[in-house]
């Protein structure tokens, strides 16, 4: 697809004036944009294996972890929501195992990444490394032999889980380290690079030193602080499609500063466009946003699917609010009695926009899919609550789940319920 630049006249953006396209698109537009580029609209396969699991993480280029189980952890929710039902050890193969193409690091925030992309996280690692070893009060001046150590350690026994090293240190230091420190320790190692994560074992990160678990060839390409972020923001720009400078530095976590001047430089080169959309503006003034040149602009979206809170299209809530209309907070951290909506809420995509909100919990004792509550966020068009139970009831199999019940809590509860043909529980306080 292309779309048109037209003539650049002056407009004042954020206060100063600049010299923006007058190109435009419409909202709805920019929106299928955006899903089209994360990989929805597109008609499932047949049947989801390695390959079809490998497609899609590839797509989104990263996967963000999170230890909240309730449904389900959140990096198995984005392939879950884009390609339906499928083994998740599957996916554990491809990116959690020591052998695996992925690896971790702090890129959004803790997430899986494509092994091949750990150098141009290099400048990244250094500023973390020099910002604990500049400040006198950080924890790393009082706990050199820790590291040295944990150094020690994984260089003696290889890889290993936090559990058994914080095990080792309670004997042989006789109790002198904290098991906090321990994991401490490593955590800082792991930012700053010299540790890497070598799979996981029961969700828990295995941490090997980066030159057993890394091939020397990763070890030693040196990718200037430009460079990488330079191509971060590209990956970047091609998964969400279209975005904002603040949009685009926050998929991998970059300052907006820092990304401005890159993003006009592969603007220059044609990687992406500059352009407007109305309603996207700040404070009344025009907003500068970025379509990557090879997005895509369906004429429509046809999809159905529940969102990990954690899901790239809706991390950043102020975009989910730019463009879906969506005001979102995961209330996971809220005290129960002042939550709005619920403990881990999924918002539900239907076509183009986020019709609804629920609260699901995987009761795995009792085999029960629990609907804690559900909220509808959008006139319900014909057949919408229909599509939602077919999501729960794709998401409870999905899950090893043989029921699926609904709690009176919120204003699409009652609906819902009779969709599913379950009884409707009353709340429990």
Do not use: C
């Amino acid at each position: 697809m292309s779309v048109g630049l037209g003539r650049v006249v002056p407009v004042a953006v954020k206060g100063s004036p600049v010299r923006v396209p007058s190109a435009q698109i419409s909202p709805a537009q920019a929106r299928r944009i955006a899903l089209a580029a994360q990989g929805f609209g597109r008609a499932r396969p047949t049947a989801v294996g390695v390959r079809q699991l490998g497609a899609t993480v590839a797509r989104l280029g990263l996967l963000q972890l999170d230890s909240v189980n309730v449904f389900e952890r959140s990096h198995y929710m984005p392939a879950f929501s884009r390609l339906g039902p499928y083994n998740k050890a599957d996916l554990d193969r491809l990116t959690l195992d020591r052998s695996a193409r992925y690896t971790e690091y702090w890129a959004h925030e803790a997430s899986l990444i494509p092994r091949h992309t750990w150098p141009l996280w290099r400048w990244k690692m250094d500023d973390r490394r020099r910002k604990q070893e500049d400040d006198p009060q950080s924890w790393i001046h009082a706990n050199h032999d820790m590291l040295q150590w944990l150094r020690d350690e994984l260089a003696d026994k290889g890889p290993l889980p936090a559990g058994k090293i914080e095990s080792d240190a309670g004997r042989r230091r006789g109790g002198w380290w904290e098991w906090s420190d321990v994991k401490r320790g490593l955590e800082m190692l792991f930012s700053w690079g010299e540790v890497v994560s070598a799979g996981r074992t029961s969700f828990q990160r295995v941490y090997g030193l980066a030159a057993q678990v890394l091939t020397p060839e990763l070890l030693n390409a040196e990718v200037s602080r430009r460079d990488a972020q330079r191509q971060l923001l590209l990956w970047s720009a091609k998964a969400h499609g279209i975005g904002t400078v603040g949009d685009l530095a926050d998929y991998y976590r970059l300052k907006s500063q820092q990304a401005k001047p890159l993003l006009e430089e592969l603007a220059d080169a044609g990687e992406i466009l500059p352009l407007l959309v109305p309603g996207w503006e700040v404070n009344g003034r025009p907003r500068l946003a970025y379509l990557h040149s090879e997005a895509k602009v369906p004429r429509r979206i046809n999809t159905g699917a529940l969102l990990s809170p954690f899901d790239p299209v809706v991390w950043e809530r102020n975009r989910a609010l730019r463009l879906f209309d969506f005001h979102y907070r995961i209330e996971i951290y809220t005290p129960e009695p002042q939550r709005v909506y619920g403990y881990y809420t999924l918002p539900v995509l239907i076509n183009d926009r986020i019709v609804a909100r629920i609260d699901l919990k995987s009761d795995r004792q009792n085999r029960v899919l629990r609907v804690q509550s559900a909220w509808n966020e959008a006139a319900l068009a014909l057949g919408v609550v229909d599509r939602i139970a077919i999501l729960l009831r794709e998401a409870a199999a999905w899950q090893q789940l043989d029921d699926i019940v609904v709690v009176d809590r919120g204003d699409l509860a009652a609906a819902l319920a009779a969709e599913l043909r379950t009884p409707l529980l009353p709340r429990p306080y």
